[in-house]
Structure formats: structure tokens, C-alpha cells
């Protein structure tokens, strides 16, 4: 079965660090570029960072720019998120997400469960 | 940044009618060398996380009803169910994968009237 399990989220105060992990299963994770996405609580869906499937390649959206760092484990089927300087605004169930380009698709094909991470004194 | 708006906010719709969203962008998703939209939607419901509906602006994923359906190029899309049924109660987003930021509509809650 083609899976994606986050890991990693929980509670820290602002200015902590966070990092978490999206375990992936039934599919050659090197093939496929990754992504994360955010979702505040009530709120809409936020594309934040992707990497391609070497790792060679990252984006960044602007809100997390220089606080936040994608990598990959290609051996060990695992995409994490390194998030430093953390504030209240990130507040968020983070979402791994498969991008479909490798089979022609594009959009984003398989997501996780999400993980929630909440910034708060 | 390509910008992403859908409208309406919200929609009631009676069962086995018919609901249309739309999803304008800012700029154009339609890259030339391929001719492919690069648009997609998404089903959110509570709980849940999102699940591909529709991609190049009018594939339908592997597994999804054929009473959604997509159309529109360019600029202008629209996500329609054919016929709602009970389970199709959720949130609705459209989303650009031309450039990043990757950027999602605010959503489009739908609801039964």
C-alpha cells in the first residue's frame, strides 16, 4: 500500500525547533520530488517547501524562508522538516505530500495524515 | 506569485443537483510546450487529509466518481459535480503547480440544502 506517515509534531514555544519526518512505503521514494503543506486550525491549505527527488533542488514559500529546511533520507524512505525560529503564525497540521510529476500527474497524488504542531508560551 | 481565488466561499446544493465552483489565477497556469494546465483540485473532509481529485485542469484521478468532472484553461476553471451525493460534503480546493509558491485556493465549503 502506498503510505506516507508524518511524525515529529507537538508543542513548543515560540523561538523553539521542531523537526519532522514522513516515513513513506510501497512506492520508490527516490522517483518522486516531496512536498509539505500546512493547514492552520480552521483555516485553508498552504503549500510551504519542496524538494526534488535527489535532493538537489528546494523551494521555499516566503513565510518560512531561512526558519525552515527540507531534506530527504532516499535510503531511508524519509522526507523531514527542519523548522527553526518558530512563531505562533505556524501554528498548523503539517501535511507530506507525493508530487505526481514522475507519473505524469503533477499535482499532488498521495498525502499523509499530517502532524500537528503547535507554537505557544 | 500566482494568485489563487474560487468562488463562491460556500455552497448549498439540494442532493442529485448539480454544483459548480470556480477558480480564476492570477496568471496563466497553461504552459505552452505541453498544452497541459497545470491545475488541480483537491476534497477535503473534516479530519481528513486532502485527496486528489483532478488534475491538468481535467484528468480524472484513478478512483474518483465520473460526476466530477473539470474544465477550463488559462485562467478560468471550474469543478463541477453532476449529480451531489451525500458524500461529497467537503471542502473544495483548487491549486496551481506551474510555479512555486504552489498556491491553493481559500477553499470552498459545500454543503446539502
Known amino acids: 500500500e502506498v503510505q506516507l506517515v508524518e511524525s515529529g509534531g507537538g508543542s513548543v514555544q515560540p523561538g523553539g525547533s521542531l523537526r519532522l519526518s514522513c516515513a513513506a512505503s510501497?512506492?520508490?521514494?527516490?522517483?518522486?520530488?516531496m512536498h509539505w503543506v500546512r493547514q492552520a486550525p480552521g483555516k485553508g491549505l498552504v503549500w510551504v517547501s519542496r524538494?526534488?527527488?535527489?535532493?538537489?533542488?528546494?523551494n521555499y514559500a516566503d513565510s518560512v524562508k531561512g526558519r525552515f529546511t527540507i531534506s530527504r533520507d532516499n535510503a531511508k524512505n524519509t522526507l523531514y522538516l527542519q523548522m527553526n525560529s518558530l512563531r505562533a503564525e505556524d501554528t498548523a497540521v503539517y501535511y507530506c505530500?507525493?508530487?505526481?510529476?514522475?507519473?505524469?500527474?503533477?499535482?499532488?497524488?498521495?498525502w499523509g495524515q499530517g502532524t500537528m504542531v503547535t507554537v505557544s508560551s | 506569485d500566482i494568485v489563487m481565488t474560487q468562488s463562491p466561499d460556500s455552497l448549498a446544493v439540494s442532493l442529485g443537483e448539480r454544483a459548480t465552483i470556480s477558480c480564476k489565477s492570477s496568471?496563466?497556469?497553461?504552459?505552452?510546450?505541453?498544452?497541459?494546465?497545470?491545475l488541480a483540485w483537491y476534497q477535503q473532509k473534516p479530519g481528513q487529509p486532502p485527496k486528489l481529485l483532478i488534475y491538468?485542469?481535467?484528468t480524472r484521478e484513478s478512483g474518483v466518481p465520473d460526476r466530477f468532472s473539470g474544465s477550463g484553461s488559462g485562467t478560468d476553471f471550474t469543478l463541477t459535480i453532476s449529480s451531489l451525493q451525500a458524500e461529497d460534503v467537503a471542502v473544495y480546493y483548487c491549486q496551481q503547480y506551474y510555479s512555486t509558491p504552489y498556491n491553493f485556493g481559500q477553499g470552498t465549503k459545500l454543503e446539502i440544502k
Open positions: 505530500a507525493r508530487d505526481g510529476r514522475f507519473l505524469d500527474r503533477g499535482a499532488f497524488d498521495i
Open positions: 524538494i526534488s527527488s535527489d535532493g538537489s533542488t528546494t
Open positions: 491538468w485542469a481535467s
Open positions: 496568471q496563466s497556469v497553461l504552459y505552452s510546450s505541453n498544452n497541459k494546465n497545470y
Open positions: 510501497g512506492f520508490t521514494f527516490s522517483n518522486y520530488w
